[in-house]
């Protein structure tokens, strides 16, 4: 039983901009936020959108470091954003004012990215295991995953918070192939990010390939 078990094929999938359409729920959001602030108005939405992308990557990056708590990464990525366009630093309130119009537009526009759901359904026709490899918080993933309708279609997902260390280590990619009961050597990484899912991937003995 246990030969055939790890003669199994396993799929891992990263989440954001592989499964899920972050741009798409990125640019609705800031495109409220641009409406809702008149000194925004002038500026380019994509500017905008290219902007508030980076200073999210900034704080994530300090957060899977260990820099500044999960917490904390929601106040850091407005006054980074904040700080990059030129305007004043916002105190506490104002951040709060300004989640208070991005989150609800983000959430409302989480869709998958195309044709993702009908090749999650194919290869699980076909025989592969599934699974989704995501940095972050399991219960924001995993909201997330419910959400764009891809959480039924995989057989686990597995997040930094539970393995206890972020992609591209190759313990987190180790665990969601143990956990399929699969082969590592005939299995695959698909993701975005050359740095965390490509090099993690292959680092793990894992074919990669990259999403773009």
């Given at each position: 039983?246990?030969?055939?078990?790890?003669?199994?094929?396993a799929?891992?999938?990263?989440?954001?901009?592989?499964?899920?359409d972050?741009?798409?729920?990125?640019?609705?959001?800031?495109?409220?936020i641009?409406?809702?602030?008149?000194?925004?108005?002038?500026?380019?939405?994509?500017?905008l959108?290219s902007?508030?992308?980076?200073?999210l990557?900034k704080?994530?990056?300090?957060?899977l470091?260990?820099?500044?708590?999960?917490?904390?990464?929601?106040?850091?990525?407005?006054?980074?954003?904040?700080?990059?366009?030129?305007?004043?630093e916002?105190?506490?309130?104002?951040?709060i004012?300004f989640?208070?119009?991005?989150?609800?537009v983000?959430?409302?526009n989480?869709?998958?990215?195309?044709?993702?759901?009908?090749?999650?359904?194919?290869?699980?026709?076909?025989?592969?295991?599934?699974?989704?490899?995501?940095n972050?918080?399991?219960k924001?993933?995993?909201?997330?995953a419910?959400?764009?309708?891809?959480?039924?279609?995989v057989?686990?997902?597995?997040?930094?918070?539970?393995a206890?260390?972020?992609k591209?280590?190759?313990?987190?990619?180790?665990?969601?192939?143990?956990?399929?009961g699969?082969?590592s050597?005939?299995?695959?990484?698909i993701?975005?990010?050359?740095?965390?899912?490509?090099?993690?991937?292959?680092?793990s003995?894992?074919?990669?390939?990259?999403?773009?």
């Amino acid at each position: 039983m246990d030969s055939i078990q790890h003669e199994r094929v396993a799929v891992l999938f990263d989440l954001d901009n592989t499964l899920f359409d972050h741009h798409h729920s990125l640019r609705s959001a800031i495109s409220s936020i641009q409406a809702s602030y008149d000194s925004l108005k002038t500026h380019n939405v994509r500017d905008l959108v290219s902007t508030y992308n980076n200073s999210l990557d900034k704080a994530y990056g300090e957060y899977l470091r260990n820099e500044i708590s999960y917490e904390e990464t929601e106040f850091k990525k407005v006054r980074l954003f904040f700080n990059e366009i030129g305007l004043p630093e916002p105190d506490h309130e104002q951040i709060i004012q300004f989640r208070n119009i991005y989150k609800p537009v983000y959430r409302d526009n989480r869709r998958a990215t195309p044709d993702s759901v009908e090749m999650l359904i194919r290869l699980r026709e076909n025989g592969f295991q599934l699974g989704i490899v995501a940095n972050g918080q399991l219960k924001d993933q995993l909201e997330k995953a419910e959400a764009i309708r891809v959480h039924h279609h995989v057989d686990t997902i597995i997040t930094s918070e539970e393995a206890g260390c972020c992609k591209p280590d190759t313990k987190i990619f180790r665990l969601a192939i143990e956990r399929l009961g699969a082969s590592s050597q005939k299995s695959y990484m698909i993701g975005d990010s050359v740095e965390s899912d490509i090099k993690g991937g292959l680092e793990s003995g894992l074919g990669a390939i990259l999403y773009s």
